[in-house]
Structure formats: C-alpha cells, structure tokens
C-alpha cells in the first residue's frame, strides 16, 4: 500500500490583495503587520507604554520613565519589574531597631578580673572538681601532687596541678580561692595590662618555690601516704604561691590601710604577718606555707625591685613567646583594685575625688530617665 502524502490546504487571499507573487502591496502590507505585531509584544512585555501614547501622556503632564540625567526613577523601575503597586511613605519617624549588648551578671563578673587572676581561679575550680570523692569518676589527689619520680615517668601535669588544688571541696578552699582572686587581682593590676609580664613572674615564684620546696624536703618535712612511705617537701604549692603574692603586693604598697574583719586596720607591710599570727592564734599554728610564700615573695622582691645590680636583669622581662601568646589587655584600667583601702597617701586623692561634683545620667527634674 503507497503512503498517503497528507498536503497542507492552501488558503485563498483575499479578492483585493492578491496572491504574494502577484502583488507586491500584499508583501509590504504583511511586513507592515508582523513589525507592529512585534513592536505592541515587545511593549506588553515592558509593561511600558506604546509609542503612539506618550505623547498624549505628556501632554498631560505625566513625567517619562527616565530623568534628565539618564537615572531611573522608582515609578520607571516598578514599572520594568513587573508594574508593583506604589507604597504610600509612612507618617512618623523610622523605627530603629536596638541590640542589647549588656553583660549578664556572670559575665560581669568574670571579666571584671584581669586576665591571669580568672584563668588561675577556673584552674583551681577545675582541679578541684575532678578530684571530687563524691563525684561518680574523679581523680584521687595522690594523682595531682608534687612528686618528682612519677613526674620523670612524664606525668607532666603535675606541675601545673600543685599550684591550682587548694584542697577538697569546702569551706577552706573556697576561702583560698576567694583570697585569691582578691588578692592576685590587685597585684595584677599593677602590670598595666601586661599579663604576660605578671604570668612569667609568677613562673619564676613557682620555680623559686619548687626549689625551696626540694631543701624543705631535705630536712625531714614531708607528707606520709597510706602505704607508709613519704614524699619529702610539700606536694601542694598552691598556697605558697599565693602567700608570695600576698607578699610582694604588701611590699609595693606599704602604706595601704588593711581592714581587720570591720574592727580595726592595719598597714599593708604587716598584713602578712597578721594572717601569720591570726592562723597560730586559731589553732593552726606555724604553717609552714605561709613562711614558704613569705620567703619566695621576699627574695623576688629584693632582687626584682631593690637590689641594683640585680634589678636590670634581663630574666625579669616575659620572653618574646610568651607576650605573643598572650597580648595586652586593654580593659586593664576598668578592673580597679580588689582590696578596698583608706587613708595613707591614698586617703587625699580619694577624700578630693569625693569633693568633686558628680555627674549622674538622671541628674536634673526632666520626666525622662537618661537626660541630664
């Protein structure tokens, strides 16, 4: 069977125009319509209006698309992207949007310590929390004492833990660490915001106080374990540490007035030997760490600060290192001092502070809280 070959029907011009081949008005009339036909799509797909009614439109005042200086105005770009409705301005002022960027009350807290006092705090909470008994997994205190032959067997971390485990949870060692925080904090300040400067001079009481440690070692003093051997020396240097800061701080600022429990004060350069005295009087008698931190405390200072032929040395100053690792600290002069002081050279400069007019932000009768 052929295939059948299905033909398109051809379709009659109309009597006035002619076939295509046989007038030549028809093809210009065709080409006439299919331009315009373009031209009218091309103008609905703008969404602007045709050619033959803008000048009708300026006629009647309406203002084009595009401004003098070739910008496009809102209406123009409404009308290109899709012919949006335009938006009424809004009466009133802008609304602004505020973010709250105040401290909560931890956080307040926590930075309102220099850098090396908090850190050394949550290093002390740290070791005491894992050597917890009544935690279900903790770490036995044998484990973070000072004790050389297990430090040999590369139990490193001991070096570090015999200056932040101030003992089993309690009232003790919460007194130590709120001593401490007081305490270093107020030394701390006085670095000006290097606390790289006052962690190496820490490191060098820590050594100063190991190597005392080992000659206290040698002369009998030692703590007994349960299995009837002996560690020779003091294990937990904590306390040390912190009485030679307590120390050297009392030595650079002797005249500083110390208050006794709200009862009476007492100069800064004797304060260390009121806790000395305070701690025999209540039945702890001669602890032999605060003599340990008296002594470290003493010789830094005398070679640190008096003596001059040792005081230009270049062990003093924090290696290179260590102040990269740890910067500035530029809110060195918002934390103040820890330990609240009166009279002495002191007293004037606080007593004309005082004198000076203070400047409140709800100073004034305005009903507006914040206007001065």
Not at 208 to 221: A, E, P, Q
Request: charged residues 15%; aromatic residues 12%.
């Amino acid at each position: 069977v052929e295939p059948r070959v299905l033909r398109r029907p051809r379709i009659a011009a109309p009597s006035c125009l002619g076939t295509t081949s046989s007038n030549p008005c028809a093809m210009t009339s065709r080409a006439v319509l299919a331009a315009l036909s373009l031209l009218l799509a091309v103008a609905q797909a703008l969404h602007v209006e045709p050619l033959g009614a803008r000048p009708a439109l300026r006629r009647a005042g309406a203002a084009p698309a595009w401004g003098v200086q070739g910008e496009l105005r809102s209406g123009g770009v409404e009308r290109l992207r899709g012919g949006a409705p335009k938006m009424k301005p809004v009466a009133g002022k802008a609304k602004v949007v505020t973010i709250s960027t105040k401290k909560g009350a931890f956080e307040e807290w926590w930075f309102s310590h220099p850098f090396i006092t908090r850190w050394w705090f949550a290093a002390c909470v740290t070791t005491t929390l894992i050597s917890w008994e009544r935690l279900p997994v903790n770490l036995p205190a044998s484990m973070l004492l000072l004790h050389w032959p297990p430090i040999l067997r590369l139990q490193i971390w001991r070096l570090l833990t015999t200056f932040t485990y101030f003992g089993s949870v309690g009232h003790n060692m919460l007194m130590e660490c709120v001593f401490m925080l007081n305490y270093s904090k107020s030394l701390e300040v006085t670095y000006s915001g290097k606390p790289a400067q006052y962690l190496w001079h820490m490191l060098i009481n820590a050594a100063g106080l190991m190597i005392l440690n080992t000659l206290v070692g040698l002369l009998g003093v030692g703590m007994e374990q349960e299995d009837g051997s002996k560690i020779p020396g003091t294990p937990f240097l904590a306390q040390p540490l912190l009485y030679s800061i307590v120390w050297i701080w009392a030595r650079q600022n002797p005249e500083t007035q110390m208050s006794v429990f709200g009862f009476t004060t007492v100069k800064a350069v004797y304060f260390p030997w009121f806790l000395l005295a305070y701690h025999c009087v209540m039945g702890g008698g001669l602890n032999i760490f605060y003599l340990m931190g008296f002594a470290v405390g003493h010789v830094f200072y005398f070679l640190q600060t008096l003596h001059p032929g040792t005081r230009e040395w270049g062990m003093w100053k924090a290696p290179a290192f260590l102040e990269a690792l740890i910067p500035e600290d530029t809110a060195s002069a918002s934390y103040g001092g820890a330990v609240k002081t009166g009279g002495g050279e002191d007293g004037g400069d606080d007593a004309e502070e005082d004198k000076k007019p203070k400047v409140t932000a709800f100073a004034g009768k305005g009903a507006k809280l914040g206007k001065k």
